[in-house]
Structure formats: C-alpha cells, structure tokens
C-alpha cells in the first residue's frame, strides 16, 4: 500500500481496512538500504548506534502529513467516480477496468474471475463491515485480578492473593496494567504493590505488557508469548511443589516469550521455546534452557541460560549482553557468531584489573551481575540448578560464556572515549 489509488483498488475489492508499512517508513526517513538486521542503518531508523541514530531526521507530523495526502487522493479518485461516500466504494469490484490487466502478457493461463466475483445480492447480504466482533471481554479473567488489586492502585497499599488460571485466560495481567498506565503512566506502582500467584496452566501472552509493581507468579505452565511487550512488571514461572522431574529439561512455556520487552524481569525455572527473547531491548531474565534461535534481534537487557540452547543462537543480536551455561563446550557450535562474540566470565578482580570500565555492561563486573540473576532465580523459583550452581561458583562461574555483540562493544567504547574527552575538556 502506497498511494490513495491502492487504498480505493483494495476497497472496490472488498476491503474496508488497509495496513501501510513501508510506505511510512520511507516518509520518517528510511532509504531501504535493507540493512536493518546489521546496525548500520545510515538515517538512524533500525540502529542501536547512537552516532547513526543522529542522523534520524523523522517526525509524526511527517507521517500524519503523508496520510493526508492519502485521504486527498482518495477523495479524488472517489468524486471522478461519482462515489459520495467510502462506504460505496467497497465490493464494487465491476468499477474497476480489469481489461489492460487481463489482456497483459503476463496474464496468459490465469483466471481472475473468481477475484472479480460479485455474489448476487438484493441488499440484505452485507458487504461491508457493520458488525463489532465480540472479544468475550467481559468473561476475561483479569476482572478478577482488577476488583482483587483495587486496595494498591487506588491507595498504594501492598496486595497479595492466589488465583486459579485456565488456558482459555490469554493475555492475563494486560487489562490489569492498561488501568495503572492510565493512572500512573509508565512509573506504574512501587515494586511488587501487587503479587499475583496464578495456579494451573495460563493461555497464550501471560502476562503481556505487564505494567511495574505487578509480580505474576505462575506456578504451572504458560504458553507462546510470555511477556510481550513487557514495559516493567515481573513474572515467574515455575512447577507445582510435587514435580519430581529435573526442571532444565522440562519445557515450562512455549515460543516467542518476552517478544520486543523493554524493562522488567522473567525468572523461567524450566525450558523456554523458540526465540526466546527475540527484540528484547531492556528486560533481564533468566530460563534453564531455550529452543532454536535464542535472543533473535536482541537489541537491550540481560539474558542467562542455565541450559542448553538449540541452533542459532543472538542471529541478530546488536545489543544487550546474554549468558549460556556450556559445561560441555558444545555452545559455539549453536551460536550465530556474526555479530557477537563469545567470552568466558571472567572472575571480578581480574575484570576489574583488564577490561575498561566503559566496556562493563550495565556498569557491573560480569560475575557480579550473572551471580546476582542466578541469585534472584533461585529466590524467585528456587531452582535446583541455580541452587548447585552457586553452591560451586567458582567452577560454575567458568563454565558460563558470554555473549557480546560486537557493535554493542563498538558503542560502549565510542561513549566512554566521548565522556572521558568531555571531562577533560569540562
């Protein structure tokens, strides 16, 4: 979709939303230089690279301009028509002239006819949108969790209560935290106002855009999208008292989990699916093993695998820091190497003593920080495998590698270089 012509060709073809993608993009700026995935973005549009993201000359007005023009040309296409209202316009598939298209060379041997098929109709068929779909809103689980937590959203008081939940629950926690933003805004309430924990196995975005001071605690399982969008809040997950199995080889929720989070923590004492953290930008979290593809397109935050990984591992990853256990030394043959690069864990005396602190991610020695996930992990979940891992650190501690994007290293280095010059010129 690019043009007001587009939008009034899909509209005769029965269409009554459209979607725009790349069209805006080029309006903000972008040159379609097609390097999104390498951090080199030359305008500063798909870049973690603050001396690219300098050059992003976009704004919203130029967006909103763009769709005017849109509308404009689409008022006019409409009045050569002789069309009054939009609404007219949809399914009128014989005001198009389809006989250039048909007879083009490229056409031979292709049947269109079915596409331009008008179904007879004496106006009782609808052939535009006139009903609203029924999300089944009102039955959802979060209405409960909403008249439990009134206490802290309306008085900052600390809740706490247990709550059954069924895979039909999706989305649990969204709806909760779509009321604090309102009030609060991205502060959201203090940690852990409210500490929710749910028992059975949850539906499809546990715990999606979970606003800060909410701590989901599911004891069970979740399902694809844990944490999307996560903007602050907390979630645990882990089995019931009675799971007598080894947790780092349980699959514990599935693909896709804490899909483009921003900031909050995730504490998973079993396996995580496919693409675990894929375009996380500022979420920490900790998981006892991940499917293929693990911190895809990571640009942010802190992840720590204390398990097996499967192929292709950071492909992608411009940014952020994550952590794989590697007893075995098998994990450079899963990881994606280009654009990262694998480090061991070095012991904090010696980082101290050999690596610019500019180089330290989240401004803390590696050991610390791993130590203090793990830490959280087994308060949080009381995993055996963070139990034993801590309980033999300095053996633990070397067999965990780190993974470092190499534009991320570039940028730490570049800002460090430009605060030491600015303060010696200050």
Same mark, same amino acid.
């Given at each position: 979709m690019k043009t007001g012509r587009d939008v009034v060709i899909g509209a005769l073809l029965s269409a009554d939303e459209f979607g725009f993608a790349t069209a805006p993009l080029v309006v903000q700026g972008c040159i379609m230089m097609r390097k999104c995935h390498l951090n080199t973005c030359p305008v500063g549009v798909a870049t973690q690279d603050p001396v690219l993201r300098a050059k992003f000359t976009g704004q919203p007005e130029h967006v909103v301009?763009?769709?005017f023009f849109i509308a404009e040309e689409v008022r006019e296409i409409m009045a050569q028509l002789g069309i009054h209202k939009f609404d007219d316009l949809i399914g009128h598939a014989e005001l198009l002239d389809t006989k250039k298209g048909v007879e083009h060379w490229k056409a031979k041997g292709l049947d269109f006819s079915k596409v331009f098929y008008q179904v007879p109709n004496d106006g009782?068929? !609808?052939?535009?949108?006139?009903?609203?779909?029924?999300? +089944?809103?009102?039955? !959802?689980?979060?209405h409960v969790l909403i008249e439990k937590s009134a206490a802290a959203i309306e008085k900052g008081e600390h809740v706490s209560f247990i709550q059954p939940v069924r895979n039909v629950n999706r989305t649990v926690g969204a709806m909760l935290s779509g009321l604090i933003a309102r009030k609060y805004g991205h502060d959201g309430l203090p940690d852990d106002s409210i500490h929710i924990q749910l028992q059975g196995t949850a539906g499809q975005s546990f715990g999606a855009f979970l606003a800060k001071g909410i701590t989901l605690d599911l004891v069970g399982d979740g399902n694809d999208?844990? +944490?999307k969008g996560l903007p602050g809040g907390r979630i645990i997950i882990r089995q019931t008292n009675d799971f007598r199995g080894k947790s780092e080889e349980n699959i514990i929720c599935g693909n896709t989990v804490l899909y483009g989070a921003i900031e909050g923590q995730a504490f998973f004492r079993g396996v995580a699916g496919e693409r675990f953290a894929v375009r996380n930008s500022g979420a920490t979290a900790a998981v006892e093993g991940t499917g293929d593809h693990g911190c895809e397109y990571m640009t942010g935050g802190t992840v720590v695998v204390l398990g097996e990984t499967g192929r292709n591992f950071a492909a992608g990853m411009s940014g952020g820091v994550a952590f794989v256990f590697d007893p075995d030394g098998t994990f450079g043959s899963k990881c994606n190497k280009a654009m990262v690069a694998l480090d061991p864990v070095l012991q904090q005396a010696e980082q101290e003593r050999t690596v610019d602190r500019a180089l330290w991610h989240t401004g803390k020695t590696d050991e610390a920080l791993l130590k203090d996930l793990i830490e959280q992990h087994f308060q949080s979940t009381g995993s055996p495998r963070a139990k034993a891992l801590l309980e033999n650190w300095d053996a633990s501690r070397r067999q965990f590698m780190k993974v470092f994007p190499t534009e991320y290293k570039r940028a730490l280095g570049e800002l460090g270089a430009k605060k030491a010059k600015d303060a010696i010129t200050a």
């Amino acid at each position: 979709m690019k043009t007001g012509r587009d939008v009034v060709i899909g509209a005769l073809l029965s269409a009554d939303e459209f979607g725009f993608a790349t069209a805006p993009l080029v309006v903000q700026g972008c040159i379609m230089m097609r390097k999104c995935h390498l951090n080199t973005c030359p305008v500063g549009v798909a870049t973690q690279d603050p001396v690219l993201r300098a050059k992003f000359t976009g704004q919203p007005e130029h967006v909103v301009d763009f769709f005017f023009f849109i509308a404009e040309e689409v008022r006019e296409i409409m009045a050569q028509l002789g069309i009054h209202k939009f609404d007219d316009l949809i399914g009128h598939a014989e005001l198009l002239d389809t006989k250039k298209g048909v007879e083009h060379w490229k056409a031979k041997g292709l049947d269109f006819s079915k596409v331009f098929y008008q179904v007879p109709n004496d106006g009782s068929i !609808a052939t535009k949108h006139v009903e609203t779909q029924d999300h +089944g809103l009102e039955k !959802a689980l979060d209405h409960v969790l909403i008249e439990k937590s009134a206490a802290a959203i309306e008085k900052g008081e600390h809740v706490s209560f247990i709550q059954p939940v069924r895979n039909v629950n999706r989305t649990v926690g969204a709806m909760l935290s779509g009321l604090i933003a309102r009030k609060y805004g991205h502060d959201g309430l203090p940690d852990d106002s409210i500490h929710i924990q749910l028992q059975g196995t949850a539906g499809q975005s546990f715990g999606a855009f979970l606003a800060k001071g909410i701590t989901l605690d599911l004891v069970g399982d979740g399902n694809d999208y844990v +944490g999307k969008g996560l903007p602050g809040g907390r979630i645990i997950i882990r089995q019931t008292n009675d799971f007598r199995g080894k947790s780092e080889e349980n699959i514990i929720c599935g693909n896709t989990v804490l899909y483009g989070a921003i900031e909050g923590q995730a504490f998973f004492r079993g396996v995580a699916g496919e693409r675990f953290a894929v375009r996380n930008s500022g979420a920490t979290a900790a998981v006892e093993g991940t499917g293929d593809h693990g911190c895809e397109y990571m640009t942010g935050g802190t992840v720590v695998v204390l398990g097996e990984t499967g192929r292709n591992f950071a492909a992608g990853m411009s940014g952020g820091v994550a952590f794989v256990f590697d007893p075995d030394g098998t994990f450079g043959s899963k990881c994606n190497k280009a654009m990262v690069a694998l480090d061991p864990v070095l012991q904090q005396a010696e980082q101290e003593r050999t690596v610019d602190r500019a180089l330290w991610h989240t401004g803390k020695t590696d050991e610390a920080l791993l130590k203090d996930l793990i830490e959280q992990h087994f308060q949080s979940t009381g995993s055996p495998r963070a139990k034993a891992l801590l309980e033999n650190w300095d053996a633990s501690r070397r067999q965990f590698m780190k993974v470092f994007p190499t534009e991320y290293k570039r940028a730490l280095g570049e800002l460090g270089a430009k605060k030491a010059k600015d303060a010696i010129t200050a």
